[in-house]
């Protein structure tokens, strides 16, 4: 067992000193792929970044005394970065907040920084070579930490002085920085307690990480477990003659992992990165008991052999061609791993996966593919047998707790649930007689847990979840979740409401949450009754104030469209004007209640979700919510109230001798473009959120709890809102202005025909209507003409060919 690491994790004093310690500028050395990515996600929390590179080695005489010649790859570099598909600021004004410069020039600047970052090539010669510069220039007490993958921490401290040592860690990050959520935590014997304690803090609360402390071992703990899981897989694809196509069909969310499945991971990631790590494991691992499994496979060698390391190259286990398919897509080519040829990808027909897209809860389904007895279940069955025993052979040799291992493997690689989660979800029992019958060696540890009586990894009791301890062999908390809402702790307790479509939680201090649980969330019937039922609740009974608010991927992904095309088809519009007056009536509601209502986003905030949340006393969103009004890509306006709310936000916007044009222009390019933020901070922009009332979490994990602080702070002297009756429309002077910008997007073949009738429609709204010249209006007026304008496009033949097309295809149709 380390000691060091407990006493790093329990050390009181430690976490009082780490919280007074304070970032205001880090530098990042090394500007390539991570490091500007790191850089990057710094400037993203609004801390000063110094980014340094080396000089380049090409100068011609004249550019020897140019900056800008001199500082050309740290420029590059960062320039490249902002430019990729994955943008690694929440804001491209953020990029205001980092520096460049080079080794040469302006290393000496480190010392104005309180965190030096080393990102430069995976050698550990050159990392000590920056390492002793980075001592004669550092101020003393700065932190210091490398993100190598794997590269031993203590290698790298020799010949440092004490200060640097005891300052001295590992932090790895995962590629991109900004969306991969693990950030592992390395200290040495001689790190300071109070140093790992800030690192653990800082990078879940500021950097919005899923901190993770790891023992100075190979590739730590993300790395060794996943990399073993894939090789796995590599291993058993060839013993059971299965193509890459089932393997990843298999091995995606059909059992909880990312869609990329195996191979396509291994292409987006890189065959010589990947390689790389299993050789560094098998070379640096000799007593690991799965070392066979790290054997590179004739197939992959061939892939690296041909250099062939799949995205970055264009070709790798699959090739996107350049030739069409009936349907107008690409033709994609996979390799056939006994010949290594490449033919036409086929679709793949397995019995379990079949049955298994018609369960939707991840638990089910997974035990439902785990028992089946066909290819499918069959690989299953052998990768956990040996996910399991490696896991459970992996403590206390890179973690002392599993659930360490589970963060992991969630955070670094995507899964829904860790190891140790799994096997609780196919029985421990089950999963011990599964690896014993395929030859594996389950710990001691795991038989010693069961003859005492104990059947899980992990227990809820009285909203607390907990683990088992190796060393304790009793269930202690899961550390550092102390501030987290999870909902799927409060299932113990009967709801305080609930429907099909909804759950009603009691979270404590007198604060409701209603948790969504249709499917992809969307908004139906049973979610807008909920929502009037909760306020109904909060109100009658006493509550201090009500979040919305869940912890799936996706907050919403909008109104349940399903419904309003059925209604469209059969010419209800009846029905269709009451459903939509529903909705106008239950965000109004989320407004005008007498209680305190707050939203906590994550994901797709799309449609219904953005007009909620715009009608909340404020919501609470974490950084990586996608907000945005898209009903025009279904040739609609929003109907819940959103055009209105647009409309009165431009009016909040106009002052005396404001020409006001411009801010409805704004308002109407925002809707007409379906525009979607794609941070938290960009929906300030687009005023989907406005800093008078919203604030932004950087931790997903944390927006729940952050909402119900709002909700607490809003009670104390909350006063129920009046609706409004001055809101400032523009009439015909706003409708002329709105109809030429509609215009120019047609001409610029930015909008079909169609999407010019429906734009204009949006302008109709937001204008007030054909009022002769400025006036004001109530919010109902508004919200009237909102839902009289959603009724007409509803009819219309292209209207519903862009429903019929969103549900069949799940993406926008233009006609």
């Known amino acids: 067992m380390d000691n060091t690491l ?56 004249e550019e020897k005394n140019n900056p800008a010649a001199r500082n050309r790859i740290v420029n590059d570099a960062l320039k490249t970065a902002i430019k990729s598909k994955f943008a690694p600021l929440y804001d491209k004004g953020f990029a205001n907040r980092i520096q460049t410069g080079n080794f040469d020039d302006d290393f000496e600047k480190i010392g104005e920084c309180d965190w030096v970052i080393e990102v430069v090539v995976e050698r550990l010669d050159i990392k000590k070579q920056v390492f002793e510069k980075v001592e004669k220039h550092r101020k003393a007490g700065a932190l210091v930490t490398s993100n190598t993958s794997g590269i031993p921490i203590h290698m790298m401290m020799e010949g440092r002085s004490d200060d640097f040592k005891q300052n001295f860690a590992g932090t790895h ?7 991969m959520r693990l950030l592992e935590i390395i200290p040495t014997p001689e790190t300071h307690a109070e140093v790992t304690e800030f690192l653990m803090d800082y990078g879940d609360r500021f950097l919005g990480k899923q901190t993770v402390l790891c023992k100075d071992t190979p590739a730590f703990i993300a790395n060794r477990v996943g990399v073993y899981a894939m090789a796995k897989i590599f291993q058993l694809t060839s013993e059971l003659g299965m193509t890459i196509e089932e393997v990843d069909k298999v091995t995606g969310p059909a059992i909880g992992r990312p869609k990329t499945g195996t191979f396509r991971l291994g292409d987006l990631v890189g065959h010589d990165t990947s390689v790389k790590v299993i050789q560094g494991i098998r070379d640096n691992c000799p007593n690991d008991e799965q070392a066979g499994a790290f054997e590179i496979p004739k197939y992959l060698q061939h892939l690296i052999d041909n250099k062939w390391f799949g995205n970055k190259s264009r070709k790798g286990f699959y090739e996107k061609t350049k030739e069409k398919d009936e349907k107008g897509r690409p033709v994609i080519l996979a390799l056939n791993l006994e010949t290594l040829e490449y033919a036409p990808s086929q679709r793949v027909d397995i019995p379990s996966l079949k049955a298994a897209k018609q369960i939707e809860e991840l638990p089910k389904r997974i035990q439902h593919i785990f028992k089946a007895e066909d290819k499918a279940g069959e690989l299953f069955r052998r990768s956990l047998a040996g996910l399991f025993a490696y896991v459970s052979n992996r ?14 493997i969630r955070a670094g690689f995507g899964w829904d649930i860790g190891p140790f989660e799994y096997w609780d979800t196919v029985g421990l029992q089950a999963g011990i007689e599964t690896a014993e019958k395929h030859g594996e060696q389950i710990a001691d540890w795991i038989k010693e847990m069961v003859a005492a009586g104990n059947e899980t990894f992990y227990k809820v009791e009285d909203g607390v979840r907990k683990y088992y301890d190796v060393q304790s062999k009793s269930y202690l908390p899961v550390p550092g979740t102390e501030e987290f809402i999870i909902l799927d702790n409060q299932r113990e307790k009967a709801p305080v409401f609930k429907n099909s479509e909804v759950v009603l939680h009691d979270i404590g201090d007198g604060v409701l949450c209603l948790e969504f ?67 106008q009536q239950t965000t109004m509601r989320c407004r005008y209640s007498s209680i305190p209502v707050v939203a906590a986003t994550q994901g797709y905030v799309f449609g219904g979700g953005c007009e909620t949340i715009m009608h909340c006393d404020a919501a609470v969103a974490a950084a990586e919510s996608y907000i945005g009004l898209v009903e025009v890509g279904v040739g609609l306006i929003p109907g819940g ?82 609706q409004r009756t001055d809101v400032t429309v523009l009439g015909q002077t706003g409708l002329a202005a709105c109809y030429v910008a509609a215009n120019e997007l047609q001409l610029g073949r930015y909008a079909s025909e169609h999407d010019i ?56 149709l233009r006609n």
């Not at 430690?14 to 991570?34: D, N, P, Q, S, W």
């Not at 990050?173 to 969306?179: A, K, S």
């Not at 349940?560 to 269709?576: H, R, T, V, W």
């Open 517 to 583: 649980t249709s499917k992809m969330n969307a908004m139906g019937e049973g979610i807008l009754r909920g929502i009037n039922e909760s306020i109904r609740i909060a109100e009658e009974d006493g509550w201090k104030g009500l979040v919305i608010g869940n912890n799936a991927q996706n907050f919403t992904v909008g109104a349940n469209l399903m419904m309003i095309g059925m209604l469209a088809y059969q010419g209800d519009f009846d029905e269709m004007n009451m459903a939509v007056n529903l909705f």
């Open 173 to 179: 990050f995962f590629n991109p920085p900004r969306y």
């Open 641 to 722: 109230g959103g055009t209105k709310e647009f409309a009165l936000r431009a009016s909040d916007k106009f002052f005396e001798g404001d020409v006001m044009i411009p801010t409805i222009i704004e308002k109407f390019k925002a809707i007409a473009m379906a525009s979607v933020a794609t941070s938290a901070y960009e929906a300030y922009k687009y005023d989907y959120l406005l800093e008078t009332k919203d604030s932004v979490v950087v931790n997903t994990q944390r927006n729940i709890g952050e909402a119900k602080k709002k909700v607490l702070e809003l009670a104390d002297n909350y006063t129920q809102p009046i």
């Open 395 to 408: 403590i206390p040799e890179i973690s002392d707790t599993l659930f360490a291992i589970d963060d992991a």
């Open 6 to 61: 407990v006493s790093q994790k329990t050390d009181t004093a430690a976490v009082t000193k780490a919280a007074h310690r304070k970032i205001r500028k880090v530098a990042v050395l090394g500007a390539g792929l991570m490091g500007s990515g790191i850089a990057c996600h710094f400037a993203n929390i609004g801390v000063e970044v110094l980014l340094l590179d080396i000089v380049p080695f090409d100068l011609k005489e």
């Open 757 to 812: 009738k429906i734009a204009k429609k949006v302008a109709y709204v937001l204008c007030g209507g054909d009022l002769s010249g400025t006036q004001k209006v109530s919010e109902q007026y508004l919200l009237d003409i909102e839902r009289e304008a959603f009724l007409s496009l509803a009819g219309e033949q292209k209207t519903m060919e862009r429903i019929q097309h969103m549900l069949q295809t799940n993406k926008p």
